[in-house]
């Protein structure tokens, strides 16, 4: 079946610095991936669609120029946090649904990556 | 305002007997809902989905149905299982859309 990988598990930075995050698709190819971020008991929050070699589309509330996604081929997404702060700490998830794939089939999930930002 | 709700955070269910697992939504302009089983800290893992044209899809033990006229759906899980107990996430897809909406999600416990 279709497999998202995702990269970090588990990142601890200090304030101020940036955090990459990278998800890939290891046997499928992705022109769209999806960025999540899940806070304690809280749902799954669209932050960003990904789009290969275009720009993400953002959500309402979430800034731009803090989480930066680069989507350059149709395996690699990367979401960069800059300027990392505390209240930047969560679970952060990535999706994506292979191409040609309706949606029945379900969207694969990276397993995560727990930023906490000291 | 949410679009998807799962008013019930938790539910415990014996081994062995029917778990269900309850979905509201107000958008009527999705056209899948789908439904995912998650342990801490990792990723969300597919188990069922449904099209908004139907009204009911089984896949084994779980069995989704869908109520159109009442914006709800549910997912039954029968027998419950000791290994069946995380969080149950419901989640929609817009007609317009390729995201997923999640729910909040509800912890479902299976006891022995």
């Known amino acids: 079946g279709a497999v998202v990988s995702q990269h970090p598990s588990r990142v601890i930075c200090k304030s101020g610095t940036s955090v990459k995050i990278e998800c890939r698709s290891l046997d499928f190819q992705a022109t769209t991936m999806f960025w999540y971020r899940q806070f304690p008991k809280q749902s799954l929050m669209l932050m960003a669609t990904s789009n290969e070699g275009s720009k993400a589309t953002y959500e309402q509330g979430v800034e731009k120029d803090k989480f930066l996604i680069n989507h350059a081929s149709l395996t690699l997404s990367t979401l960069t946090v800059t300027s990392a702060h505390p209240e930047d700490s969560s679970f952060y998830i990535c999706?994506?649904?292979?191409?040609?794939?309706?949606?029945?089939?379900?969207?694969?999930f990276g397993s995560g990556t727990r930023l906490t930002v000291v | 305002d949410q679009q998807v709700k799962q008013n019930s955070p938790s539910l415990s269910v014996q081994e062995g007997r029917i778990s269900i697992l309850n979905c509201d939504y107000t958008n009527s302009m999705f056209d899948y809902f789908l439904w995912y089983k998650k342990y801490p800290a990792e990723g969300p893992t597919f188990l069922i989905s449904i099209s908004s044209i139907k009204d009911k899809n089984e896949d084994g033990r779980f069995t989704v149905f869908l109520n159109k006229s009442a914006k709800h759906l549910s997912l039954h899980i029968v027998p419950s299982q000791p290994g069946d107990s995380a969080v149950y996430f419901c989640a929609a897809k817009p007609q317009a859309g390729t995201a997923l909406i999640f729910g909040k999600g509800t912890t479902l416990s299976v006891s022995s």
């Open positions: 999706s994506a649904r292979p191409q040609g794939q309706g949606a029945g089939y379900g969207y694969t």
